[in-house]
């Protein structure tokens, strides 16, 4: 045990003797080296990232600014032992840089490149002192590797997350009904309605009737600018066809212009059960199915009790 | 090049054999299975109306090519009474026809063309066709 | 080609095993409705999961065999329309207005008990305090 007296740890650098044995003392000393020559290893580091062709989708500027970021972060990680700041902020890069085409190999090479600068520097700065180099590096290694997987792994796991929402917005651009539970299906409508898709969504709509046994549908409305005749007329057809499948639909998000337009074409809205939001017409579609009294379609009340 | 189908309409067997026949060359065509059912209900609706008021008939069925878009035809030929007022009876809808014509409406919804030649007393030539959405 | 008419309990159940001619659907028309007077049916169910086209005629005479059956207190419920079908009859203008149609023979007996239960509700002597 070294019996030499501890001095302040700002101070640490220049005295390479006096120095606590602890590890936490170590790492408090390597974490103000880092932090006194910030300014040149973020920048040997910078060059290093050029020269090994990494980050290539970017800018030297933008290389510049997020490893100013990264270093910061890495050095914090280094000095609190916390690592939740960290991965929170390997998440946020990763989605900042994922859509620039940045790819998984790139950011494990920068981050063990940054690894190897500071570890440079540190043999830089003992390498009179052999024995304290080793319990410096003790103490550097473990954390600089965790440091290093929680980046890629971060990395990793945002990319996964993007691949799964991508997936899932190519899977509702193909099946536009959503089960919402058992035996209701709610079909939101968004934006311009030519008749092919107002054709296509009904196929579909009906296709999921029967494939999920469903007892209500839910279509919502709320989305449709404008509506001409002909896909008016196509929703009166939808709601007609899903009435022989023993389906109830609730049209809901109706506006006064598409309601106007339904009453043109010769539709008579107290026929067609309608819930002014979405929200209301699954509160209503689940009412209907908890009564377990979906009104045959024979009876006059029906519509009535639909309300 | 056109190849023909004829089938005689004679007896109500025949209907449903033309609207086989009808959905069968739908689906060659390349048509969705939906809309080969509503070729198919159109084709039901026309068969028959020759069986009631014509009491015999012909249909025939081909396919077709505009442009780049696929289809088929319907040609369905009866030596009947003809239709009186064809305007009246493409306008009257199913709760109220049941005279002459009575299919006529209905399939002219299912059909992208429709087109009725009908002379009282020497009989009636309905052709219609529907064509695939390329998509 | 003559359409098999079951009997199960109080319901008889037909199903429609391929395309039928017009007389062929008459014959059941009238296949039902005999036997329908015939026995103490409260239900009719017709499975028309294997028809390819529901055209004009085919919808009139299930619109008949509805009302005649009702006439005779039986209830009549159309299962089985394919979702094909279905979107077609629309686009022909028929609706099968008056007359109860559900996905399958499950809902269809489903269905036709619930009638049966709210039919016998409705028949039950009104307790004082329900009514004036």
New interface residues.
Partial sequence: MDTKKSTSVSTRSSDPGAVAESAAGLLRELVAHLRQNRTQLREEWARRITRAELLTAMTEEEIFAEATAVYDNYIEALETGSFEALQAYSRRLSERIIPRGVETDEVVGIVLLLRDVLARSLFAKYQEDFGKLNRILDSYEPAANRIANTVAVGFVEERERIIRQQQEAIRELSTPVLQVRERLLILPIIGVIDPQRARQL??QL??A??AN?AKVVVIDVTGVAAMDSGVANHLV?TV????????TVIVTGLSPEIAQTLVTIGVDLSEMATVGDLQGGIEEAERLLAD??IP???RETSSENQR | MAEELRLPIAA??D??EA??QG?ALAAVAGFS??E???I??AI??IA?NILMYAKKGEIFLSLATNGDRHGVVVVAKDQGPGIPDIERAMQY??STSHGVG??L???K??MDEFNVDSVVGQGTTITMKKWRRMV | MEVPILRQGQYLIASIQS?????DLSHLREALIAQVGRSRCRGVIVDVTAL??????AVRTLRDIAHMARLRGAETVI?G????????????????????????LE?GLA?LN??GEERLLETKPKRRDDRG
């Fill in positions: 009904t196929e009906l296709r009737i029967r046994r057809q007609e066809a899903s009435r022989l499948l023993g389906a377990r009294a045959a379609p024979t | 109500d067997v209907v449903v609207r086989q959905r299975s939906g080969q059912t509503v198919a209900a039901s609706e028959r809808g199913y009575a299919g409406p209905g399939a919804r299912l | 395309a039928l001619t017009d007389a390819d086209v529901m055209d004009s005629f299962v329309i394919q979702p094909d079908v279905a979107f077609a009859m629309v686009q022909l203008g028929l609706t099968l207005k008056g007359v109860a149609t559900v996905l399958d809902e269905f619930r009638r």
